[in-house]
């Protein structure tokens, strides 16, 4: 077995105290346009907040290949983050464009676009401006209820975990959010593992595993802020079921610099980082006419 996935278990683990607030007052309080909330696999402000917070910096780029109605980068560019989104989908391109205009008339002074795209297109020359300059990929899995969706899904962004592989800056991080998902018979699923096999399949190493909280702390007690779906479904289900109380976030790192941080900490010499100097971002070429202001 595969180093990185049988140490899995032994990743940091923290707990981000991210569901303070429920998701409605979250897009309020970080002016996301109404119609955000019609996105169910939307990340939650505070839990984008908290990772682009965590793995980046002021003026870094942070890129969300699948970014439905574009809670993250209005995140990215309210933390003064430059910022890119792809979608392929029109509502969510809408959206996600307003919601960076949004962000920009409250005071942002960074770049920030959305392209009317899928994933694929990162591994296309259109998208060599982009090697090497991103700090952080965020994006979340985004499945349907089914278990087909489900399955389609995590074959996606196993596709967009290789895309991104290169475009990560030395040092930078990619973290992909997830709602714990379950199968028919009430199990749930084994996101965890899935997403480590995604990750290493496309380059990357697991270097810490969060819980990022949907449900609000009141001294050592949850207050789920489950949907109103997931308790009518609970209700059917006729016994006791677990409602929703957090997101699964693993965080990953191109595994070539987990590799030269392991060698630096016996006190092997670094071999310079084989990447060229590439295009500024206010010089990537788009693949489509259609750009955020």
Same mark, same amino acid.
């Given at each position: 077995?595969?180093?990185?996935?049988?140490?899995?278990?032994?990743?940091?683990?923290?707990?981000?105290?991210?569901?303070?607030?429920?998701?409605?007052?979250?897009?309020?309080?970080?002016?996301?346009?109404?119609?955000?909330?019609?996105? #169910?696999?939307?990340?939650?402000?505070?839990?984008?907040?908290?990772?682009?917070? #965590?793995?980046?910096?002021?003026?870094?780029?942070?890129?969300?290949?699948?970014?439905?109605?574009?809670?993250?980068?209005?995140?990215?560019?309210?933390?003064?983050?430059?910022?890119?989104?792809? #979608?392929?989908?029109?509502?969510?391109?809408?959206?996600?464009?307003?919601?960076?205009?949004?962000?920009?008339?409250?005071?942002?002074?960074?770049?920030?676009?959305?392209?009317?795209?899928?994933?694929?297109?990162?591994?296309?020359?259109?998208?060599?401006?982009?090697?090497?300059?991103?700090?952080?990929?965020?994006?979340?899995?985004?499945?349907?209820?089914?278990?087909?969706?489900?399955?389609?899904?995590?074959?996606?962004?196993?596709?967009?975990?290789?895309?991104?592989?290169?475009?990560?800056?030395?040092?930078?991080?990619?973290?992909?959010?997830?709602?714990?998902?379950?199968?028919?018979?009430?199990?749930?699923?084994?996101?965890?593992?899935?997403?480590?096999?995604?990750?290493?399949?496309?380059?990357?190493?697991?270097?810490?595993?969060?819980?990022?909280?949907?449900?609000?702390?009141?001294?050592?007690?949850?207050? #789920?802020?489950?949907?109103?779906?997931?308790?009518?479904?609970?209700?059917?289900?006729?016994?006791?079921?677990?409602?929703?109380?957090?997101?699964?976030?693993?965080?990953?790192?191109?595994?070539?610099?987990?590799?030269?941080?392991?060698?630096?900490?016996?006190?092997?010499?670094?071999?310079?980082?084989?990447?060229?100097?590439?295009?500024?971002?206010?010089?990537?070429?788009?693949?489509?006419?259609?750009?955020?202001?």
């Amino acid at each position: 077995m595969n180093s990185h996935l049988s140490s899995s278990a032994k990743l940091p683990l923290s707990v981000w105290s991210t569901g303070q607030r429920d998701p409605l007052a979250q897009l309020r309080d970080t002016g996301c346009v109404p119609g955000t909330e019609t996105d #169910t696999n939307w990340i939650p402000p505070a839990v984008a907040a908290h990772a682009i917070a #965590t793995y980046t910096s002021p003026g870094d780029l942070v890129l969300d290949p699948d970014c439905g109605a574009g809670t993250v980068l209005n995140e990215a560019l309210r933390a003064g983050r430059h910022t890119v989104g792809l #979608t392929a989908h029109n509502q969510w391109w809408a959206l996600a464009r307003a919601n960076i205009i949004a962000a920009k008339a409250a005071g942002s002074g960074r770049d920030g676009s959305v392209i009317h795209a899928r994933p694929n297109v990162l591994a296309t020359v259109r998208a060599a401006g982009l090697i090497g300059r991103v700090g952080l990929v965020l994006t979340a899995l985004r499945a349907g209820p089914d278990r087909d969706s489900f399955d389609a899904a995590v074959a996606q962004l196993a596709s967009t975990f290789r895309h991104c592989e290169p475009l990560l800056r030395s040092g930078g991080h990619l973290v992909a959010v997830a709602r714990p998902c379950r199968y028919p018979d009430g199990s749930l699923v084994d996101l965890t593992t899935q997403l480590i096999e995604a990750g290493i399949a496309a380059g990357l190493a697991p270097v810490e595993r969060c819980v990022a909280l949907t449900a609000g702390l009141r001294g050592s007690r949850l207050i #789920t802020r489950a949907s109103l779906a997931e308790r009518r479904a609970a209700r059917a289900a006729g016994g006791p079921v677990a409602l929703t109380a957090h997101h699964e976030v693993l965080v990953f790192q191109r595994a070539h610099d987990t590799e030269l941080a392991e060698a630096t900490a016996v006190g092997v010499p670094q071999p310079p980082d084989d990447r060229a100097e590439h295009l500024p971002v206010s010089r990537v070429v788009h693949p489509s006419g259609r750009r955020a202001a």
